[in-house]
């Protein structure tokens, strides 16, 4: 559920109408929905209230300050990839101890910027970097809190650019191979064993997956403690889907999800950490746009549109469907033609649906595309020069512009002209 509705013949966001933001901020513009964040967040969170756990939202569907402030106000911890995200989720409040340090290449500067400024834990992903990380925290004089993300090569059955759990993918220690590396790191100075970290893929709608991986992190957890290890912690990564289409069957909820866990780890004792982004700011946000032009092609009609690829890639770069819809609501019983959504970027891939049935549109009216809030600004580019896409945060009946829109000359004083030119 979230907090996207006509009311009045106008698509609001919470008591907001999106014609508001449009008018005062313009278009392209992201908008989220603080009550819908706030909501999917509690539904985790309420998913696991069985037993000690951390949500840990992850920075890298929607790293907006105001969103992560949000998330933190509600006791959320933060997974971070990047120095960046790690910056970020600092500068909104989280404390280091809620920040868990995931992702496949992490460099010294950033391991160092996180130990000085405090870690919950590093996700290591290969015998190099848990190597790198020994010999930074021994530099440092500290003693750093380490998760192993094992392969646990099981297929998520999603996208095969976002599945990340199969032994071909780049992330993560063969599990066969774990105990092995496990014992490295227990002789390995600086470093502190305390868990197991485990992540197959995002946009997963099946549950059964999740099920065939925890059920190896539990053997595996039996076996490292019967080695000597002290596992007290299981972070169990993100990835469950959402419904991007209206009409079709939803993907599991939160608190189904929460059961498999139960299930599957409930038994060990252990403090349980997730990883949700999607889940949690997919469906909070939508990407609203203004037609420019409808322009007759040759058996097909194009709806060109202010927005596109370099606002919200995932179309063009996964084929991702994301609903469009008027914000001044169809009348009943309107007659719908079909339209191809474009951007006006100068390349084919700069479709976001073909054959998208609509209800009569002209140029200057409104659209949205629906489940936005995730991996869409974060993945904005200015390609084409065109401005970085603002966001809005909507709460109740008022809203902020989150991240402004910036000028030309704020793009431009980016670049620098050597002088010897
Ligand atoms: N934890 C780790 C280690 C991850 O790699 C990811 C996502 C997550 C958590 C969060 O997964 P989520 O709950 O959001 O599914 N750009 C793609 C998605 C890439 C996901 C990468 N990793 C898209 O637009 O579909």
Same mark, same amino acid.
């Given at each position: ?9 106008? @698509? ?5 109408? @999106? ?13 989220? =929905? ?33 969103? @992560? ?134 946009? &997963? ?14 053997? &595996? ?65 939508? &990407? ?43 009348? *009943? ?26 209800? =009569? ?19 904005? =580019? ?10 809005? *945060? ?28």
């Amino acid at each position: 559920m979230d907090h996207f509705n006509y009311k009045d013949g106008q @698509l609001h966001a919470e008591d907001v109408p @999106l014609s508001r933001i449009a008018a005062e901020v313009g278009t392209p513009v992201y908008v989220y =929905s603080a009550a819908t964040l706030t909501r999917h967040f509690g539904l985790f969170r309420q998913a696991l209230d069985w037993t000690d756990h951390l949500v840990c939202f992850a920075v890298k569907a929607n790293s907006n300050l105001a969103v @992560l402030k949000l998330m933190a106000d509600q006791g959320a911890g933060m997974d971070v990839v990047s120095g960046g995200e790690y910056a970020r989720a600092k500068a909104a409040g989280v404390p280091g101890e809620r920040i868990v340090f995931s992702g496949v290449g992490k460099t010294v500067s950033e391991m160092r910027q996180a130990i000085e400024g405090g870690i919950r834990q590093f996700n290591i992903e290969s015998e190099p970097e848990m190597r790198a990380l020994s010999a930074l925290a021994v530099s440092m004089g500290a003693e750093v809190p380490v998760a192993i993300r094992v392969n646990p090569d099981v297929d998520a059955k999603t996208h095969e650019k976002i599945a990340t759990g199969k032994s071909e993918n780049k992330f993560g220690i063969p599990i066969a191979k774990s105990r092995q590396v496990y014992a490295e790191a227990a002789a390995l100075p600086g470093l502190k064993v305390v868990g197991i970290d485990v992540h197959i893929g995002s946009q &997963l709608t099946d549950l059964d997956p999740y099920r065939a991986a925890y059920a190896k992190v539990a053997d &595996l957890t039996r076996a490292l403690r019967a080695d000597g290890h002290d596992i007290t912690r299981l972070d169990l990564g993100g990835g469950l889907g959402i419904p991007y289409r209206r009409d079709n069957n939803a993907p599991p909820l939160p608190i189904e999800y929460g059961q498999v866990i139960r299930d599957a780890v409930g038994d060990l004792g252990c403090e349980i950490e997730i990883e949700p982004g999607r889940n949690i700011v997919g469906n909070a946000g939508v &990407l609203l746009s203004s037609v420019i032009y409808v322009k007759e092609g040759e058996g097909r009609d194009f709806l060109i549109v202010d927005a596109a690829m370099n606002d919200l890639l995932r179309p063009a770069m996964y084929g991702a469907h994301h609903d469009i819809v008027p914000v001044r609501e169809a009348a *009943l019983g309107a007659e719908l033609r079909p339209f191809d959504v474009v951007g006006p970027v100068c390349e084919s891939g700069d479709t976001f649906q073909k054959g998208t049935q609509l209800p =009569s549109v002209a140029a200057g009216d409104l659209i949205a595309f629906r489940s936005a809030g995730a991996y869409g600004a974060v993945m904005a =580019s200015e390609y084409n020069s065109r401005p970085l896409v603002p966001e809005v *945060l909507v709460s109740g009946d008022h809203f902020a512009v989150i991240r402004a829109r910036p000028t030309f000359e704020e793009m431009l004083s980016r670049d620098t002209i050597p002088e010897w030119l």
